[in-house]
C-alpha cells in the first residue's frame, strides 16, 4: 500500500513534446507521464523517441514508472493499430525497443511499472479488451497494468515493486 494519498499526486511539472503531446512529472519527477490530445502515425514516433530519451536520463537506481494516458477522444485506436495491437509496449515502435532492450541490458537492476488509462469510448474499451488478451511483457522487470482512470492508474504506480 502506497503512504502518499492519491489526493497528494498532482502533476509537478509539464512539458510540451508538440501540439498534441504533453510529457507531464508527478510524485517528485518519480512518475513521468505522456499525454496525447489526438494521435498520428508521427506521433507514435515523436512518443518512442521521447521515451527512449527519458529512460536514456532516468536515475539508475529509481523504477522506471510510466503513466501512458490515452484517454482523450480518437487517441486509443491510432494507438492500437501504430502498435499492431500490442498495448504494452514500453517503447511503442519497434525500434524503440530495441533501444530500450538494450540500456536495460545495462542496467541489471532495471524495473519497470507501466499504467495505460483508455477512456470508456468503444476505442477505449476495444483497448482494454487487447491488453487483457496480450502477454503483457516478455521481461519480467516490466509490470503493465490497463486503467480507466488516472487516479487508480497512479495508486498502483506508487505501490512498491515486488521483486518477481
Excluded: C
Excluded at 470508456?120 to 483497448?127: D, E, I, R, T, V
Amino acid at each position: 500500500m502506497s503512504t502518499n494519498p492519491i489526493n497528494e499526486i498532482v502533476p509537478e511539472q509539464s512539458e510540451t513534446i508538440s501540439d498534441v503531446f504533453v510529457r507531464t512529472w508527478y510524485a517528485n519527477n518519480r512518475i513521468v507521464g505522456y499525454h496525447f490530445s489526438k494521435m498520428t502515425a508521427a506521433d507514435l514516433e515523436t512518443w518512442s523517441t521521447t521515451i527512449v530519451q527519458t529512460l536514456e536520463a532516468w536515475p539508475v537506481d529509481q523504477p522506471y514508472l510510466a503513466l501512458y494516458d490515452l484517454s482523450s477522444r480518437g487517441v486509443a485506436m491510432p494507438y492500437i493499430v501504430g502498435t499492431h495491437h500490442e498495448v504494452f509496449s514500453i517503447g511503442i515502435k519497434e525500434s524503440a525497443n530495441q533501444a530500450i532492450q538494450n540500456i536495460i541490458k545495462q542496467r541489471p537492476n532495471f524495473t519497470a511499472r507501466i499504467a495505460v488509462i483508455f477512456n470508456s469510448a468503444y476505442s477505449g474499451n476495444l483497448g482494454q479488451v487487447f491488453a487483457k488478451t496480450r502477454q503483457a511483457s516478455m521481461n519480467p522487470r516490466i509490470q503493465f497494468n490497463s486503467f480507466m482512470d488516472s487516479k487508480s492508474a497512479l495508486t498502483w504506480l506508487l505501490d512498491p515493486i515486488s521483486p518477481k
